[in-house]
């Protein structure tokens, strides 16, 4: 019986876990778990590989999100703007500082923010003069349309983050994640395009003032100082442990977004049918499918069809952030988000990872048809 998991994190064990083993046993026999080499070697390779001046590692993708607002002196009394379609953690960091949220509409066709929708926005506002960044979010894998929304952003005088959770590598006109603002964070969750072995996660920057900031704010405000504290800050460092294993995994991030790139071309070629809508690749841009989404307006069926057969299945997102319970307080309702709410009941995330073979991509179109 032919089985397909969601994703499949083993498959690329066998390249990588002897290097990893024994730098494992190394830093235990070193006794070296926190800081040292592996984190400054990885940082510097990470920004090298983003075309980004600094990288300050923390221990995971939300911390990113949260302590570069927080670097950025964006708190209590200042508004942030994200989309309805993301992961909670990228409203989470914006409450967590205690600024207020708010949401901006996404492109149907490419599932980031509409640059209109965010002029729209900021035009209907009385004052602009509390609504202080916005964060784009680079979702499955495709860069947010950074262009129009850095022009945007300039204009109205707003920080831009991204929020590069899901798109190590992606590309638009030449330029990664972090290229067009100057800064971008990133998760390094197991099940991401890179993948710590336990939860990891990173800032890159271009400001040599907010890199200095950040660090502190990883590490109790301090910088390779023992008892003496710049400012309060966060315990929020990445492990050398899993520094370690990124260092040895980013060897090999271009060849599995190569191999990504390549299933999806392959799902492209089998699933084309009228009822189902395909990722739309941007002009210009590079998509490393962290997820490879499709749409359907009969997901249920088509879902519960496919889990009969043993193939599993994800949904990024079901439920928009407007419409959780954690963010009731906002006073939104169904309706308010149009596209989001069409999107969420229509996309359907198929089974993805670098080393997913042929058959099992064959087996899958099999039973869509
Ligand atoms: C995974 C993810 C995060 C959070 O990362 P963690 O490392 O799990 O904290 C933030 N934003 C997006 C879009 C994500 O996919």
């Known amino acids: 019986m032919t089985e397909v998991p969601f994703m499949n994190l083993s498959d690329c064990y066998e390249e990588v876990h002897d290097d990893i083993m024994k730098k494992i046993n190394e830093l235990i026999d070193n006794t070296r778990f926190i800081g040292g080499d592996e984190v400054d070697f990885f940082e510097n390779e990470f920004a090298e590989y983003c075309n980004m001046t600094y990288c300050a590692g923390c221990a995971n993708g939300t911390d990113a999100l949260m302590l570069t607002l927080s670097a950025l002196g964006i708190g209590e009394g200042d508004t942030v703007l994200t989309v309805p379609n993301t992961f909670v953690a990228t409203a989470e ?87 067009y603002s100057g800064i971008a964070t990133f998760s390094f969750y197991p099940g991401k395009n890179l993948g710590a072995w336990g939860d990891a996660g990173a ?94 307006n009969n997901r249920k069926r088509l879902q519960q069809k496919l889990s009969n057969n043993n193939i599993s299945t994800g949904i990024h997102y079901p439920i928009p952030l407007h419409l959780q319970p954690a963010y009731n307080y906002l006073g939104y309702k169904k309706g308010d988000f149009p596209i989001t709410e069409k999107t969420c009941n229509e996309v359907l995330s198929l089974p993805m990872w670098p080393e997913i073979k042929k058959e099992q991509l064959n087996y899958i179109g099999k039973n869509i048809k």
Do not use: C
């Open 93 to 179: 960091a914006i409450t967590n500082v205690g600024a207020d949220i708010d949401f901006i509409d996404i492109s149907e066709q490419y599932y980031t923010m509409d640059p209109d929708k965010l002029e729209d926005y900021l035009k209907r506002q009385n004052s602009v003069d509390n609504i202080k960044a916005v964060i784009p979010v680079h979702l499955y894998g495709q860069m947010a349309d950074m262009e129009k929304i850095m022009e945007i952003a300039d204009k109205y005088d707003l920080k831009v983050i991204e929020d590069a959770a899901q798109a190590h590598g992606a590309e638009l006109n030449g330029k990664r994640p972090g290229e």
């Open 203 to 296: 800032i890159v920057m271009d400001n040599e003032k907010t890199y200095k900031k950040v660090q502190r704010l990883t590490d109790h405000g301090r910088i390779n100082e023992k008892y003496t504290h710049q400012i309060p800050g966060y315990n929020s460092r990445l492990d050398s442990i899993q520094a370690a294993i990124l260092r040895i995994k980013l060897k090999y991030l271009e060849k599995w977004t190569k191999e990504r790139i390549k299933n999806a071309e392959y799902y492209n070629k089998i699933l084309e049918d009228k009822k189902i809508v395909r990722p739309k690749i941007k002009e210009n841009a590079q998509h490393v499918f962290h997820l490879y989404v499709i749409r359907s």
